[in-house]
Every structure is written in structure tokens, then in C-alpha cells.
């Protein structure tokens, strides 16, 4: 079977990759890349563990083959850890122990990032909607809701 | 045994059929093919006759290709043709929506609300917000399954496919698309274009009801779609299209007895109680983890009631 190059751009940086057309997204990202905040749970799409950005769009990366990314953007938590409303989301989550098992943590944290880019000050039905695609298996829930939004309102100026 | 209890059902995960079981879920390598645009897709399909499965986001076919559900040795990805292949169009009343439109784009398009809204209605219980970003109407009518929410809403509206090959194209309505369980009437070297339907006229609306274990990232026990569209006196049906994601074993279809049954009936009390005698007698379900038989029955007939009701305030201007 022969691999092909495709080239991604993962969190800023142009990554030329040979991969097979099995390999997904996350295959590549975990094994290829090493970046292992891109978490697999049920590989289904049925848990949104492996939730990443493509081109800006909060997408399961268990459910979409590398191939279909090449010269798309693709943003992991890792590339997202300068930036100052992850800071403050993290922070929150950290404040609140909204992490238990913390599996599901990068996940939360990547969906609640994309909530607060579009709103400051999102209802608890908003919330929800937004982290609706990832299962927290710790059920840890309300403190991750109370983060999410302190972490919004914290974008308010 | 003397009493002695056989293992825990945690000790089952290590027996050595589970083992084998979690080995096939690592999914057999695939040659991928990305064509350059729709004709270049066209004339490879044409021209080999291997087995090829058209991929478009992938959110149905990937967990399907590793549970060894499907086995294609060669994938054509469409995914990149989004300027031929995703649109929402209206013109003349009639509405085309592109293969490749995602859920998301429907819930993002001013079209849906009104008489239309039964399609944000099963937008926002489809999946879940990042499988709704990329999971595409046409890779889901293609699926034909009960798991698939958008076929019961699309067969109330009388929807049309419009399939294209490299030696022209076709148009069929979906109640004649889907010819069983994961069977459809696409010939190998076709792809789902476009999906068409009448915008429904004079006094309609549409609803649809979903029922499963949870809200979101959940496949249905039951989903029912109405396309309702009553007589001048706002009463009487002029039409009454009933989908179901099962009427006959586990495939999606128009409940045909009930919506003839409906033709014509003044919309009551006692007509809606006759109708979910009809749909009950017409509903042949099988039972499975999610649910048994008997209970989607017994939920279809209720969603049914619901959904007329629902309608028809919304006709008569909440009278």
C-alpha cells in the first residue's frame, strides 16, 4: 500500500506527512506529531474525547482520515496554550476541580475555548449545548459548567 | 459448584473472545483516492469496477470500516468538492440542498425556520455539535439506516435524489432509494448529488420527534417526521406525509396506510386515536438493545398524536 504526502498545518507550523489512506486524524496527530492531549476514548464518535479544530470547526478527529486534511489547519490544545483566553479557561477549570480523571479535560477545554471566541456571556443551556459532544465519564459536570462560564465572563472588557 | 459464582461480568473484557473482538476494531489498510473535481470522481468510478465506497465527511463510514461492518478496498473522497457539491438553493418553490450541505449548514440557514423548522427541529438532535460540523445530508440519506435522522425528515417532504454518473443523471424519490437496511438502489459508479423537495405550499408545517436514551450523540429508538398540509378550512387534511427511521424491521419509511388513512379526515380527537390504530397496525418492529419492539410502538403512536397536533395549531394560526 503506498503512503502519500499531504501537508497539515497543525497549531501554526506547515507539517509535510507520509500516511496510509486508514490513517486518521488522530492517528496522526498522536503517533506522527506526539501530541497526546488529542485523547481516543470510543473511536465511534459516540464520546468526542479526540475533539480538535479543523479550519476553525470543533471536529471529532477519530471520524475524519488525514488524507482529508491536507492543507487544512487543524489547532490541538498544545497550540493553544499561549494564548490568553485558554490561560484563563484553564484557570477556572483548575480553580473549580473541574478535572477529576482529567481524560476528558483537553477535550472540555478546547470545546469551551471555541464557545468563549464567539460569547462572554453564554447561558447555561449554551454551556451545555457547546460541551454536549463530550462525555465526561467522571460526571464531573457542574464544576466544568461553572468553569466554562467564569471562563467566558472573563472575556468581557 | 458448591455455590461458587462464575466471574464477575468485569472479568468478561479479558476472556479470549473479547480479545479478538477488540483486535477487529483496528480498521484493514484502504487505498484512498482524492479526485480532482466531480467529472475526475465520475470517470474513476466508471471505470473500475473494485469495490469502491464514496467517503464524503466520514462520521458514519469510519466507526462502520472499523467494526469490519464495511470492508471497501478502495475510498473515493469527495469531501473537497464543497463549491460543486454544498449549497441551499430555492427557486420556483422548490428547494435543493447539495449532497454535501453539512447539518450544521442547515441549522445556520435562515430557510429553516417556519414551515420548514421540523429540519432544525432534527439539526439540533443530530449527533452532536462537532460530528453536526462536518456529517454531510447526502453521506447520511446514503447510510440507509434507522441510525440515520435526516431520511425519515427528507421522505415526508417527498424528497428527490438526483444521482449522477459519468454517462448522465437520474432522479429518484427517496421512498424508492432506500430498499433495505443499509440497501440502496445507487448503482456502483454513481454519487448522491443533490437533494430535492417542493417547498410545502398553502397551509403546511412540518415537526418532527426524536426519542433516545439521551439528547445528544445518541442514534434514535424512534424518530417521526409530518409534513402536514390541511384544506382551506384548516381541518381537513389535504395531505399527511408520516416518516418513521422503522416501519418494517429497521428500515426507514413513509407509514403509507396511515398517511391514506389521514387523507381526506378532519383533524380530531377521534381521528388522531383511529390514525395510531392504523400506524399500529402497520408498524412490523423488531427489538434490539435500544429498545423493544412493543415500546416503539407504543412511542411511534404517541409521537404521532404530538406531531398532528403539533402541526395543525401551527396551521390554524394556534386557534
Known amino acids: 500500500m503506498n503512503k502519500r504526502g499531504i501537508t497539515i498545518n497543525v497549531n501554526g507550523t506547515e507539517h509535510p506527512l507520509q500516511v496510509d489512506g486508514s490513517d486518521r486524524l488522530i492517528d496522526v496527530l498522536r503517533d506522527q506529531l506526539s501530541l497526546k492531549s488529542v485523547k481516543e476514548g470510543c473511536s465511534t464518535g459516540d464520546c468526542g474525547i479526540c475533539a480538535v479544530l479543523v479550519d476553525g470547526k470543533l471536529v471529532n478527529s477519530c471520524l475524519m482520515l488525514a488524507a482529508q486534511c ?10 493553544l496554550l499561549e494564548d490568553p483566553t485558554m490561560k484563563r479557561m484553564q484557570g477556572r477549570f483548575i480553580a473549580n476541580n473541574a478535572a477529576q480523571c482529567g481524560f476528558c479535560t483537553p477535550a472540555m477545554l478546547i470545546a469551551s475555548w471555541d464557545l468563549a471566541r464567539h460569547s462572554t456571556e453564554p447561558s447555561n443551556e449554551e454551556i451545555k449545548l457547546a460541551i454536549s459532544g463530550i462525555l465526561c465519564r467522571c460526571t464531573g459536570y457542574y464544576q466544568i459548567v461553572d468553569s466554562v462560564r467564569e471562563g467566558c465572563e472573563g472575556g468581557r472588557r | 459448584m458448591d455455590g461458587i459464582e462464575p466471574p464477575a461480568s468485569g472479568m468478561k473484557f479479558f476472556n479470549s473472545e473479547s480479545l479478538i473482538s477488540f483486535q477487529t476494531v483496528v480498521m484493514s489498510t484502504v487505498e484512498l483516492y482524492s479526485p480532482t473535481d466531480l467529472n475526475d470522481a465520475l470517470r474513476f468510478m466508471e471505470h473500475d469496477g473494485r469495490n469502491v465506497t464514496v467517503v464524503a465527511s466520514g462520521t458514519d463510514l469510519l466507526p462502520r470500516m472499523r467494526r469490519k461492518q464495511i470492508s471497501p478496498s478502495i475510498l473515493v473522497d469527495i469531501s473537497s468538492f464543497k463549491e460543486d457539491l454544498r449549497y441551499i438553493r430555492q427557486s420556483d418553490g422548490t428547494i435543493r440542498l447539495g449532497a454535501l450541505t453539512t447539518v450544521a449548514d442547515l441549522l445556520e440557514s435562515p430557510m429553516f425556520h417556519g414551515r420548514l423548522s421540523m429540519i432544525r427541529e432534527a439539526g439540533k438532535l443530530f449527533g452532536a455539535p462537532q460530528v453536526r460540523n462536518v456529517a454531510t445530508i447526502g453521506g447520511n440519506i446514503c447510510s440507509a439506516s434507522s441510525s440515520e435522522d435526516l431520511i425519515p425528515v427528507f421522505m415526508a417532504l417527498d424528497a428527490r435524489l438526483k444521482l449522477v454518473s459519468a454517462r448522465g443523471e ?57 409534513s402536514l398540509t390541511l384544506e382551506e378550512d384548516l381541518r381537513t387534511v389535504r395531505s399527511a406525509k408520516v416518516a418513521l427511521n422503522r416501519v418494517s424491521g429497521k428500515i426507514p419509511a413513509l407509514a403509507a396506510r396511515t398517511n391514506d388513512f389521514l387523507e381526506g379526515k378532519m383533524v380530531t380527537e377521534e381521528t388522531i386515536a383511529q390514525a395510531q390504530k392504523v400506524l399500529a397496525s402497520e408498524l412490523s418492529l423488531t427489538s434490539d438493545f435500544r429498545g423493544s419492539g412493543a415500546y416503539r410502538k407504543e412511542i411511534a403512536q404517541v409521537y404521532l398524536k404530538r406531531l398532528l397536533e403539533r402541526c395543525s395549531w401551527q396551521i390554524g394560526g394556534h386557534s
Open chain 1, 70 to 79: 491536507d492543507g487544512r489547519r487543524v489547532t490541538t490544545l498544545e497550540g
Open chain 2, 170 to 226: 437520474r432522479s429518484v424519490p427517496l421512498k424508492d432509494f432506500i430498499v433495505g437496511k443499509r440497501a440502496t438502489d445507487m448503482k456502483p459508479s454513481e454519487i448522491l448529488a443533490e437533494v430535492e423537495f417542493s417547498l410545502p405550499g398553502g397551509h403546511s408545517w412540518t415537526a418532527y420527534e426524536k426519542l433516545g436514551r439521551r439528547n445528544m450523540l445518541i442514534i434514535a429508538i424512534v424518530n417521526e417526521a409530518l
